[in-house]
């Protein structure tokens, strides 16, 4: 007689080795150049990036692990020639980088990173006015705009946002721009609130 868990048990082990084997395909090569892509995209966001939207610099991560595993490829193999005869594997690998780095990127903005003491409403519209806000006011937009919309009561919370998403960006965001994000704040706060 064989029983359920026994069945259970076994799923759980081969869902166990699939992700061993998910881990050493991409090797400790590819988490290591993942981490140095991690710190560079890092660095070029806060050097150049600081009010760019988060659209310029989604690919960033891809871009830099593939240009440093063509690097290390040709390190590793000491052979130019390796860039044109295996660009293909460069190119899989460059963005397997670049993917890992992102995943880790993730997982240190949800289980790490402090989101300078804000309550759980404020870190999501924290979350939804990065790239849109100055940095340096991120934290004071985001505290505001909680604040003005959880004291209305008339129900015009996407319009007391919007005056101060329009204070707080400096003028670098459109008016269209404006009322679509507060209107994204109203509808996402008011999706946690059901929940």
């Known amino acids: 007689m064989k029983y359920a868990f026994v069945g259970d048990a076994e799923g759980i082990f ?18 290591a150049l993942a981490l140095l892509t ?21 690919f960033m991560p891809f871009i830099i692990g593939t240009a440093l595993y063509a ?4 390190i590793r193999n ?21 993917a890992v780095a992102t995943l880790y990127y993730v997982l240190y903005e949800q289980f790490i990173r402090e989101k300078d003491g804000l309550s759980e409403t404020e ?11 100055p940095a340096e006011n991120l934290t004071a937009a ?11 009561v008339t129900g015009n919370g996407a319009e007391k946002a919007q ?3 329009s ?14 994000l507060s209107r994204l704040i109203i509808e996402t706060l008011a999706h946690l609130t059901t929940k």
């Open 71 to 74: 690097v290390y490829a040709v």
């Open 38 to 58: 991690c710190a560079i995209t890092q660095l070029i966001k806060r050097l150049f990036f600081k009010t760019a939207r988060k659209k310029l610099v989604t």
């Open 78 to 98: 000491l052979s130019f020639e390796y860039l044109l005869n295996e660009y293909v594997s460069i190119l899989e690998h460059g963005i397997s980088v670049g």
């Open 14 to 31: 081969l869902s166990f080795i699939q992700i061993i084997n998910t881990f050493t395909f991409y090797g400790l090569d590819i988490g």
């Open 123 to 133: 870190g999501v519209i924290a979350t939804l006015l990065e790239g849109y806000v």
């Open 167 to 180: 204070e707080y960006s400096d003028g670098k965001i459109s008016e269209n721009d404006i009322l679509l």
């Open 142 to 152: 985001s505290k505001a705009v909680a604040s003005a919309i959880e004291k209305d």
């Open 163 to 165: 005056k101060l998403l």
